[in-house]
């Protein structure tokens, strides 16, 4: 009882103004469900999942002057792109931020299935901890890399160097400040510099949170060591007269409203939610348990639909200290169990899931 088919959004791009040799980037937040993106009529790129961040590098396309950026969008029923079948709308159309970014030649990778170009993973050892930090560099010949952790109020915490073709580092942290939940949801900023013959040439930043967690079929949830009940929600992302286009306002009165009822975790339904919720989750301290819309009906066309929705989840969100689970599928029996590809598509999906959470050897 709602449409689903194709709309074309259009708009003309401002003058791009680039270095010698630099790059324009379009960084799309989400479009439900599929997007095929042309400039001046010429195909650069498609998407197919509604939920997840993705990057089109438009460079070799952009001609002096005016620049037509024309988005076909597509939610239409079909039998390769989930999710198709389940208990909430299916809206279509850009409804997260699209930016426009303009880098140098050299820059922080924007290819790789929308992730931020840097990974941090802290692994605790006691009070210490061993921040495990990587940068993903492109033209990376000439390039070092610094790192650099700072605490909640700014201060200086510890640094680090590295070569930009292989920007790895482990960096000590003594006495490392835990992110404990809504108890104390205590967040590290680690900003990382490229530089080019001494010359900062781009800079990102993410958050981390100093964590270790379990799960024991007998005990529970263990967070730091210390059993942590956790009682919370299953949250949507859409509003009446909004569908899903929430802007920042909506998602903090949700997360306002979630820490009203008292709760320490939230199940994020069923596909990939703003990075503004998932700040917000890194913050407040929830707990969350966040997944694919692999939903409802399994459709043996869909597995590689699966794969890539999978691997944008935990490329783009590993960082989140609040995440603590990966959901692979959501009731998706409904339809029969007896398809041998429906367990060959989980398999695969546990193995994605342990290949990217698997500590590098």
């Not at 993705?54 to 989930?82: E, H, K, P, Q």
């Not at 639909?305 to 692979?328: A, D, F, K, R």
Request: charged share 20%.
């Amino acid at each position: 009882d709602y449409y689903r088919g194709t709309c074309c959004y259009t708009t003309v791009l401002p003058d791009i103004v680039l270095p010698e040799n630099g790059r324009a980037v379009l960084q799309f937040d989400a479009v439900a469900m599929t997007a095929e993106v042309y400039l001046n009529e010429q195909k650069l790129a498609e998407h197919k999942g509604g939920y997840s961040a993705f990057c089109v590098d438009i460079t070799d396309a952009l001609r002096n002057g005016s620049n037509l950026l024309r988005v076909n969008v597509d939610n239409s029923d079909n039998d390769t792109v989930y999710p198709q079948k389940a208990d909430f709308t299916f809206y279509g159309g850009i409804y997260r931020d699209v930016t426009v970014l303009g880098v140098e030649e050299s820059h922080f990778d924007l290819d790789y299935y929308g992730a931020p170009g840097v990974q941090v993973v802290p692994t605790m050892q006691g009070n210490h901890a061993t921040v495990a930090a990587t940068a993903y560099v492109t033209a990376p010949a000439g390039c070092t890399v610094h790192f650099a952790i700072t605490n909640r109020n700014g201060d200086p915490v510890a640094e680090a160097d590295a070569d930009a073709a292989d920007a790895k580092t482990n960096i000590k942290m003594e006495n490392a400040h835990l992110w404990h939940g809504t108890e104390d949801p205590y967040l590290y900023t680690l900003t990382v510099t490229l530089l080019k013959n001494g010359k900062a040439v781009d800079e990102i930043a993410t958050r981390f949170g100093c964590r270790s967690f379990a799960i024991d079929p007998q005990k529970g949830f263990i967070l730091n060591g210390k059993p942590y009940p956790l009682r919370g929600v299953s949250r949507h992302q859409d509003r009446p007269g909004i569908g899903n286009a929430l802007t920042a306002k909506e998602h903090t009165e949700d997360m306002d409203l979630i820490c009203e009822l008292g709760a320490n975790t939230i199940r994020l339904a069923h596909y990939q939610h703003s990075q503004i919720f998932y700040n917000l989750c890194d913050e407040r301290g929830m707990v969350v348990w966040a997944e694919i819309p692999y939903i409802s009906r399994h459709m043996p066309g869909g597995k590689a639909n699966t794969i890539s929705q999978m691997t944008e989840l935990i490329c783009q969100n590993s960082n989140h200290p609040s995440i603590v689970v990966w959901g692979l599928s959501n009731e998706i029996t409904m339809n029969g169990a007896s398809d041998p590809s429906l367990l060959e598509n989980h398999r695969a999906l546990n193995d994605l899931c342990l290949l990217y959470t698997s500590p590098s050897p």
